[in-house]
């Protein structure tokens, strides 16, 4: 029977998830603690590799008589889990806040964006169809591809938007036929935690979704029993690059196919037509919310010369007005922190801001310019409430620039000129491109992914339930003398 989402909430022991029940002996425990409430939340197990192999294993179990469910059970079980969602919504939004010290509005956003990509995937679960191809002897032969599930997934998902990356994904998965292994995170334990038992909660079979989470200096070891499972037939990772490339490694040495989402050097251009007011609102939205905690978060401002001495005083008035929130554990600012000193270091300067902390562990925002490539902060994501200013004469300037990273998920463009904006989006290296809005932007119904160092494939929609699917030909001959050399 599954556990009740407000018992989860209250556990002093997170516990695995694996065939339907909770494990909770055997395990050494870490704790959780909270930048926000400054105090320990909860202990939680960290799987070692038998751990690990016990959770494929249920999902391998799981997947052969789960592949065969049939489209419109799969359908109706993601939309009760958006409904057990939206009905324990507050429970989950005050467990969010409690372990990532997001603010509400954050998690409020979470769990409605999250609701929407369950349902959406709900609804395309019924396009998974096959084809019936033209054939070289149409008169005594036939053929099908079908469409299958693909197998057990590792899924592998992050803490700072902990229902959205995850319940897309989960949704994805199931919804596709297939079981996961779900590596949780182990900032965000107990969201993820509840948001699976909405899963079950909803009618999800034991063993279909399994669930681990491990202290870090126990992941590298886990994640690799993991990948070279022999059942494991697919990985989905949402993270760093610098923790991605590491997957990638394992994943060529196993040989697993990969669906990869990463992070970005997000650029916004302000082009002269632009909306001045509200382009800066939006460019300092998309810099510093969730504080700056974003993979696609705006962490670049690229201005054309002729407005940009306006614009940035306008950035900074809408700057000096924002809350960007605080960090999710105590060191994680450190890195943004480095990049600013390297930056201040080599001649940079701050418009507003700088290396100062604030309260609880918070980087004060900063808006900084004349970066330059001989800074970390010119390639590297900076991963904070950190904004840096570019200065360009043409459209093409701007374009180069944008492509200039080794990154390519995001890109914003301000401006009225509908057509200047398609013909520069063309040249951009980059998965998506908003006009007049931010670049942390996502529908449900679209397709999410990037380029170069952001990752491959596609999640949401229709898009990300075909990432768990494989194509299967099946062809026959109305013949049996047929002579297979005329074919």
């Not at 592998?156 to 292994?181: K, Q």
Request: hydrophobic content about 40%; glycine content about 8%.
């Amino acid at each position: 029977m599954s556990t009740k989402i407000s018992e989860v909430k209250d556990m002093k022991v997170v516990p695995f998830l694996i065939d339907g029940k909770h494990e909770t002996t055997g395990a050494r425990t870490f704790p959780i603690i909270s930048n926000q409430l400054q105090r320990e939340l909860c202990l939680v197990q960290s799987a070692d590799s038998t751990t690990a192999s016990a959770a494929a294993d249920s999902a391998s179990k799981a997947f052969k008589t789960w592949k065969h469910t049939p489209w419109m059970t799969r359908r109706d079980i993601l939309l009760r889990t958006a409904d057990i969602i939206r009905r324990r919504e507050t429970e989950l939004k005050e467990t969010m806040v409690a372990e990532t010290s997001c603010t509400t509005q954050w998690a409020e956003f979470q769990i409605e964006f999250t609701i929407n990509i369950i349902r959406e995937t709900a609804s395309k679960i019924s396009s998974l169809v096959g084809e019936i191809p033209a054939m070289a002897s149409p008169s005594n032969s036939f053929g099908f591809i079908f469409r299958e599930a693909l197998g057990p997934i590792l899924l592998i998902a992050p803490w700072n938007a902990p229902t959205i990356l995850s319940g897309r994904s989960l949704a994805s998965i199931i919804g596709a036929g297939c079981t996961v292994v779900f590596k949780a995170s182990e900032l965000s334990p107990k969201t993820h935690h509840m948001l699976v038992e909405a899963f079950l909660e909803a009618g999800v079979p034991s063993g279909v979704i399994n669930v681990i989470q491990t202290a870090r200096e126990d992941a590298a070891g886990v994640t690799e029993t993991l990948i070279s499972h022999p059942a494991i037939r697919k990985v989905e990772f949402i993270g760093s690059a610098g923790v991605g490339s590491k997957i990638a490694e394992l994943a060529g040495k196993y040989l697993k196919p990969l669906l990869m989402e990463m992070g970005d050097k997000a650029a916004a251009i302000v082009l002269e037509d632009a909306d001045m007011e509200a382009s800066a609102n939006i460019c300092i939205f998309g810099a510093f919310v969730h504080h700056g905690q974003v993979c696609f978060g705006t962490e670049r401002v690229i201005i054309m010369k002729s407005v940009a001495e306006n614009f940035i005083q306008l950035l900074k008035k809408k700057a000096e007005s924002f809350h960007a929130g605080i960090p999710v554990t105590a060191s994680m600012s450190k890195g943004t922190h480095d990049k600013l000193v390297d930056a201040q270091s080599k001649g940079a300067e701050f418009i507003l801001g700088g290396p100062q902390y604030g309260e609880k562990h918070s980087l004060v925002p900063s808006i900084v310019t004349g970066v330059t490539k001989d800074m970390t902060m010119w390639n590297e994501e900076t991963f904070g409430p950190c904004l840096a200013v570019y200065i360009v004469d043409s459209d093409e300037e701007a374009t180069e620039l944008v492509n200039d990273t080794p990154y390519g998920f995001s890109t914003s463009i301000h401006t009225k000129d509908l057509t200047r904006a398609l013909n520069m989006s063309k040249e951009l290296d980059v998965g998506q491109v908003q006009v007049n809005g931010t670049t942390v932007h996502g529908d449900a119904n679209l397709p999410c992914g990037g380029m170069k160092r952001t990752g491959w494939g596609y999640m949401n929609s229709r898009w990300g339930l075909e990432e768990f699917t494989r194509l299967k030909t099946f062809t026959a001959s109305m013949n049996t003398h047929e002579n297979m050399m005329t074919r």
